[in-house]
């Protein structure tokens, strides 16, 4: 079994900046891609940013610029540094790692972080 956690949400203004971090541990032999998703009242689940196992990255067209996704394979942990965040950024950010294991291959998702932005 993998588990994932997540920290760094919070309510920020406008303008600011937050980092969220997520760590996975347990049966973990390989940790493919890991992403950030995120969902907002009343919308769907959306892809945010994500990051190959060989540090490719792909951002979600609304965020291109601002935020930035990185890893640390030593640390099983994926990072998303958002900066000039707006109130559109609202949402519960949760964190997804595709892992190889003792079971196969599974993606696995965080518990979720709240990021509030006030105008």
């Known amino acids: 079994q993998v588990q994932l956690v997540e920290s760094g949400g919070g309510l920020v203004q406008a303008g600011g900046s937050l980092r969220l971090s997520c760590a996975a541990s347990g049966s973990i032999f390989v940790i493919n891609g890991m992403g950030w998703y995120r969902q907002a009242p009343g919308k769907q689940r959306e892809l945010v940013a994500i990051i190959t196992s060989g540090s490719s990255t792909r951002y979600a067209d609304s965020v291109k610029g601002r935020f930035t996704i990185s890893r640390d394979n030593a640390r099983n942990t994926v990072y998303l540094q958002m900066t000039s965040l707006k109130p559109e950024d609202t949402a519960v950010y949760y964190c997804?790692?595709?892992?190889?294991?003792?079971?196969?291959?599974?993606?696995?998702w965080g518990q979720g972080t709240q990021v509030t932005v006030s105008s």
């Open positions: 997804m790692v595709d892992v190889q294991g003792p079971s196969g291959r599974n993606a696995y």
